[in-house]
């Protein structure tokens, strides 16, 4: 049999963009609480506060915070073995720097995971999915700040107490590396909650961030360890492999160049310290980081277990600018790849992409991984008998799942599971919106907010049932 005997194959969702009941509950505001959706290629606007009058589709997104029983029974009817969802750190500590947790909330996730084990299904948990407090944002500038790293550290140690014998896989911080590429105010697909200022060099503060982020990741997953020598701690990594646009070797450096930029974080979370092409950009940039001799013990004692990440995309780059050093940058060496179609989103569909990045992980750090999202944005379109034909989904599913088992069966990688992306409909991160769905269950709800939160089981769900039923054989 291709993969492992406990294989975990489930779903992945992260609590901003499912659970609602933003203001319940004892919870603070978070960065997603105060962004609108976008719409129809219209960006999310971060709102300075929580506006009225306004639609901030996280604050209802789909009401899990009341219904997760009945969406855990599907998921049980589905077979999952497990499920990947995120703490809200606003449930914890609603500003994020008080010194005592809230009790109301670390008792909403001990019925969560409580709910989840009553089906056998493991609970899968990252720290910080894209929800830092806002009150961190104003008070502190994000993750710009080192005293987030305390707040983090001890954010992650309250939950590994509270939750040490009902949780064994972690991660720390959703995608980290997605902030190497999104510098704008504010960035949704960030944990750094940082606002630039004008005039500032965004990527040395970016840079900064990260570097803050990595010790706190580091902090937690020793403290982690300490607590409970069972867990599993992870990191989370974005991963769109980027390929040469062609085999001039100009266009095969260009990918070198991209592939430091975009993932050198992985090397930090796994070796413990920063790869040495990292360390000269800062020198020739002028980055003078603040980076101490403890940071550097502290990276070094808090290596992860395992490689959690997702993986929707690849993309292609070419040498076409002046660029000795080959210095990528996202916005300008990008090309389109004309062997791979794109979603309506733009979004290239790429399996062999899927196993390429198992392989490239793999020949890099010797890992167990874990594949913690995948899946296909889509307008589904609810028939008058109430049916979801999402055989698009399906068959995007199906190509990813064969390209990871041949990664395993043939290349032999180290793969621990498989969670596709929002198993149940949400809000979108990126747009904000209802519309681009990726569940096996339908929420009735559109972009405007209006529906019943009703859910319904598309043809999708009969077939991942079927799929975890045959262990993978049956696609
Ligand atoms: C990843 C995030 C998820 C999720 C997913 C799909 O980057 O970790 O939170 O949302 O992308 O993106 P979107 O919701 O924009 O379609």
Redesign the pocket.
């Known amino acids: 049999m291709a993969l492992r005997e406990d294989f975990l194959w489930g779903g992945a969702v992260?609590a901003h963009?499912l659970e609602g009941g933003w203001n319940e509950g004892g919870k603070g505001v978070s960065v997603a609480d105060v962004m609108t959706a976008g719409a129809n290629g219209v960006a999310r606007r971060i709102t300075d506060g929580v506006l009225t009058g306004e639609n901030y589709p996280n604050h209802e997104a789909i009401d899990f915070y009341h219904r997760y029983k009945g969406d855990i029974a599907l998921f049980a009817e589905m077979g999952f073995k497990c499920f990947r969802t995120s703490i809200a750190w606003t449930r914890i500590f609603p500003n994020g720097d008080e010194l005592e947790p809230n009790e109301e909330g670390l008792k909403f996730y001990d019925d969560l995971f409580d709910e989840c084990l009553k089906y056998g299904i493991e609970p899968v948990v990252t720290l910080s999915?894209?929800e830092l407090p806002y009150h961190l944002v104003t008070e502190y500038g994000g993750f710009r700040n080192r005293k987030c790293i305390e707040f983090f550290v001890r954010f992650a140690e309250v939950c590994f107490k509270r939750y040490k014998d009902k949780v064994k896989y972690w991660m720390t911080f959703?995608?980290i590396n997605?902030q190497a590429n999104y510098q704008e105010d504010f960035a949704p697909?960030t944990n750094s909650g940082i606002k630039y200022e004008e005039g500032e060099n965004r990527e040395e503060i970016m840079y900064q961030a990260a570097h803050y982020e990595l010790v706190a990741s580091a902090k937690a997953v020793k403290i982690g360890h300490e607590i409970n020598p069972h867990f599993q701690i992870g990191c989370m990594i974005?991963m769109c492999p980027i390929y040469p646009h062609s085999c001039d070797p100009k266009d095969m450096m260009m990918s070198v160049g991209a592939m430091h930029k975009r993932y050198w974080f992985t090397d930090v979370h796994v070796r413990g310290y920063y790869p040495s092409f990292m360390v000269k950009f800062f020198e020739r940039q002028g980055y003078d980081l603040d980076i101490t001799e403890q940071d550097e013990e502290d990276l070094l004692d808090g290596t992860v277990d395992y490689i959690g990440f997702?993986y929707?995309m690849s993309f292609c780059t070419k040498y076409q600018r002046e660029n000795p050093n080959y210095d990528y940058d996202e916005t300008a060496d990008l090309v389109t790849n004309e062997y791979v179609k794109a979603s309506d989103?733009g979004w290239q569909i790429d399996p062999e992409g899927l196993r390429y990045s198992l392989n490239w992980f793999y020949d890099h750090y010797q890992l167990p991984m874990f594949i913690v999202?995948n899946?296909f944005?889509a307008i589904d379109v609810k028939e008058a008998d109430g049916t979801v034909n999402d055989q698009y989904r399906i068959d995007y599913l199906r190509a990813h799942i064969e390209a990871m088992k041949a990664a395993v069966d043939i290349d032999g990688v180290d793969l621990m599971g498989y969670t596709p992306?929002?198993c149940i409909d949400l809000?979108?991160?990126?747009?904000g919106e209802m519309k681009?769905r990726?569940g096996f269950i339908y929420v009735d709800k559109d972009n405007e907010g209006n529906g019943t939160l009703e859910r319904s089981k598309k043809k999708s769900f009969e077939w991942y049932k079927k799929v975890i039923a045959s262990h993978g054989e049956d696609l």
Not at 427 to 431: D, N, Q
């Open positions: 992260a963009q999915h894209f959703n995608e997605n697909f974005a997702s929707y989103w999202e899946g944005g992306w929002g809000v979108s991160a990126g747009t681009k990726y």
